[in-house]
């Protein structure tokens, strides 16, 4: 039976287990609760369907099952796994969207590298998905596509299936016209992107960076700008914008775009703060502490997240001031994804050099300034170490959104804590009340985290209790039902007010 809704995310939706020699299907409940969130919405559709893909040495192996059906907590949907090899998989992820795109999403030109890239085969796996997709689809259907490495799906199935809709959602930061053009695949990029009914980013920034490059290559007409909402204005951030481009028009098309910002499960975050196995965690990590205050750092190892410029910011802290030494620990999570990159290992490499220096310079047998962990930290374990922190110092250089940020927010059900956060992460221009940072400047840096330490209990607490009200209004389920607008009947219909 045909699909209402195809989701297109290049995660499979659950973790195969092998038990007793038979694969089984087990939720993975990612702790930003995308996946979840994504599979929720089979329930309003009669039918649904995800399109991944999976590791194939062999695609041509008669006992590979590329397409299965799952019934779980989420009813019953379909999904299509495109087998690829180890080759296609370097290929079209490692190299093509980790070393060609991810670089310059994020503004970093001189870690950009082309020659490696394959597009001959990145265009075979993206249509790949996009006849997938096409297959899987109900005439009508709603297809939301997620995700950079999949920029040219929209185009091909577009061609594939003039009738159904196509939305798109952006995970990153989108650079603007000078950045963006770097990419040489620039224009059958926007093109793809520009067959879509919806597009959305996290903040309004992104989106009027997507119009400032499509204008720059293709005769692409706004029709509809608004000032943008308060709650995403970001007064203070270096992301804020007044205004945002709400619909576009080409090729006799109109295109709506939304600034939509990802949240996380307040509800799960808060009910796992309320366990007594993570308040058993919780004193056992107070214990350990002492009376030291814990600044707690979070991230995948990316050179993005700005974990170098956070260490050489704390080693200045330590060196000015002699009176914190022995009394404030950092605790920098920096767990590497899956994929054995150069640039990822050396990022790795140099955060182990670095915290080993400041701590063989500053500690001591009982104190060690420095925990670098590099293994991940099983989620209910984050959530007690996020309630125990004095602070969140989340510090990248760009980031789309960031969620963690977020969940330590939703796990302070006490009120207390304090979240430095940079000005070029997405959810920036959301928590106001964050202490905002710039990574690019030492002295912005350094004040910013000494500011949180010091910063009194009222105020801590006012500020605290101003981002959990936008945590808990703006969280995942929101972000879902603001995507689900788009996919109502009706809702792609042209507005009547649209101008030029
Ligand atoms: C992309 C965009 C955007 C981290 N360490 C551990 C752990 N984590 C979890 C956190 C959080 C997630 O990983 C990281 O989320 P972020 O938002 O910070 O970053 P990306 O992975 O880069 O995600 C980003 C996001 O997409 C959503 O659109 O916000 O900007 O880059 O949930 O909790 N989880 C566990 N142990 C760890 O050690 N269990």
């Known amino acids: 039976m045909p699909s209402n809704l195809v989701i297109v995310y290049h995660r499979q939706p659950y973790e195969e287990v092998e038990v007793d020699g038979k694969i089984q299907y087990r939720e993975n ?42 019934d779980d ?33 994020h503004g970093f030109k001189e870690r950009y590298n082309y020659d490696p890239v394959d597009w001959p085969t990145f265009r075979e796996v993206n249509w790949a998905f996009a006849e997938a997709a096409a297959a899987e689809a109900a005439p009508g259907a709603v297809v939301w596509v997620h995700d950079y490495n999949l920029w040219l799906v929209p185009g091909y199935l577009r061609t594939l299936r003039p009738d159904v809709k196509i939305s798109f959602f952006h995970h990153t930061p989108f650079p603007a016209a000078d950045m963006f ?29 997507f119009v400032s490059a499509a204008r720059s290559l293709l005769d692409v007409e706004t029709l509809k700008r608004q000032k943008v909402k308060p709650e995403l204005s970001g007064q203070t951030s270096a992301l804020s914008e007044q205004s945002v481009v709400t619909q576009i028009g080409y090729d006799d098309r109109i295109i709506r775009l939304q600034a939509s910002p990802v949240g996380v499960d307040v509800d799960y975050i808060e009910a796992v703060s309320a366990n007594d196995v993570t308040a058993a965690k919780e004193a056992e990590i107070r214990e350990e502490l002492g009376d030291a205050k814990l600044i707690l750092s979070v991230g995948r190892t990316d050179y993005t997240k700005g974990g170098l ?14 009176d914190l030494r022995g009394k404030v620990r950092l605790m920098h999570v ?4 899956n994929s054995n990159m150069v640039a990822y290992e050396e990022i790795q490499h140099d955060l182990e050099a670095m915290a080993g220096r400041i701590n063989g310079l500053y500690g001591s047998f009982e104190w060690q300034p420095i925990a670098l962990i590099s293994r991940p930290i099983p989620f209910k374990d984050l959530v007690a170490y996020y309630r125990v922190a004095d602070v969140a110092w989340i510090t990248p250089l760009a980031d789309g959104m960031n969620l963690v940020c977020k969940e330590y927010c939703a796990a302070r059900t006490d009120g207390d804590g304090v979240v430095v956060l940079s000005e070029f992460a997405g959810a920036a221009v959301e928590l106001a009340a964050a202490v905002p940072t710039n990574p690019f400047s030492y002295r912005s840096m350094d004040t910013g985290i000494e500011f949180a330490l010091g ?9 605290m209790k101003s981002m959990r009200a936008m945590v808990h209004k703006q969280d995942v389920r929101f972000w879902a039902e603001d995507q689900m607008y788009h996919f109502e009947e009706g809702a792609l219909a042209p507005e009547p007010d649209a101008h030029a």
């Open 29 to 70: 409940k990612s702790p930003n609760g995308i996946v979840p969130t994504l599979k929720s919405f089979f329930g309003r559709f009669e039918k649904g369907a995800w399109i991944a893909w999976k590791h194939a040495d062999d695609p041509n192996n008669p006992d590979f099952e590329q397409v299965i059906e799952i």
């Open 73 to 105: 907590a989420y009813g019953k949907y379909t999904v299509s796994r495109l087998p690829l090899t180890p080759e296609q998989v370097t290929s079209f992820y490692h190299i093509s969207s980790k070393e060609a795109f991810w670089p310059i999403l």
């Open 181 to 209: 053009n770097v990419l040489p695949w620039r224009r059958e990029i926007l093109e793809s992107l520009l067959a879509c009914d919806v597009v959305g980013f996290h903040v309004p920034r992104y989106v009027n960076n």
């Open 309 to 322: 410029e956070q260490l050489q910011s704390f080693e200045r802290l330590l060196a000015a001031r002699p």
């Open 334 to 337: 920096s767990v590497a994804a």
């Open 455 to 463: 910063m009194a209990e009222e105020e801590r607490r006012d500020r």
